[in-house]
T-cell receptor, first 114, second 115 residues
């Protein structure tokens, strides 16, 4: 079974600085998708970024980018120019190519220090 | 506005009682999902449905039941067999296309507590 591990339960960063959240996963599949979701205090899950495993290029969305290392099974999220609105729980998630199921990590709580 | 609506926002269950959580979407998505979130844990899949009148068990289906009579609706019933129902429940939907990384969009959730 696939597993997703987020080893940092909590992180903090100064406003306007850069922070990296870690995620590792375990799978025997070669085709899959990886996601980062954000859960703010409202508790609604919001997609931050998606990466297809067959793409070597790292995905980026404005201030958010990933470092996808397929051989190492690592998928970290970098947030540049951190803003107060970035404070949230961040979840890493995995999905097989032929499976609709998302497997989530346990999350990292990110605090932004003004 | 298109989106996913979950109701109620808060729900209380008495011992031995079944309760139903509502999830409605107007995104014309084929697939719908129910997740449970407990403190310190990620989301765990309860049930999912890829088309009307069909659904599959997820990782923690025991004590729960679902129906999918309409494309836009996927209600979840927490039965009396679920001995630890206190949790935050999230509904999601996605367009269904096998083999694609279809993004799941989430509702605002329902907090269920036991009286």
């Amino acid at each position: 079974a696939q597993t997703v591990t987020q080893s940092q339960p909590e992180m903090s960063v100064q406003e306007a600085e850069t922070v990296t959240l870690s995620c590792t996963y375990d799978t025997s599949e070669s085709d899959y998708y990886l996601f980062w979701y954000k859960q703010p205090p409202s508790r609604q899950m919001i997609l931050v970024i998606r990466q297809e495993a067959y793409k070597q290029q790292n995905a980026t969305e404005n201030r958010f980018s990933v470092n996808f290392q397929k051989a190492a099974k690592s998928f970290s999220l970098k947030i540049s120019d951190s803003q107060l609105g970035d404070a949230a729980m961040y979840f890493c998630a995995y999905k097989d190519f032929g499976n609709e199921k998302l497997t989530f990590g346990t999350g990292t709580r990110l605090t932004i220090i003004p | 506005d298109g989106g996913i609506t979950q109701s109620p926002k808060y729900l209380f269950r008495k011992e031995g009682q079944n309760v139903t959580l509502s999830c409605e979407q107007n995104l014309n998505h084929d697939a719908m999902y129910w997740y449970r979130q407990d403190p310190g844990q990620g989301l765990r899949l309860i049930y999912y449905s890829q088309i009307v009148n069909d659904f599959q068990k997820g990782d923690i289906a025991e004590g729960y039941s679902v129906s999918r009579e309409k494309k836009e609706s996927f209600p979840l019933t927490v039965t009396s067999a679920q001995k630890n129902p206190t949790a935050f429940y999230l509904c999601a939907s996605s367009p269904y296309e096998r083999g694609s990384g279809n993004i799941q969009y989430f509702g605002a959730g329902t907090r269920l507590s036991v009286l």
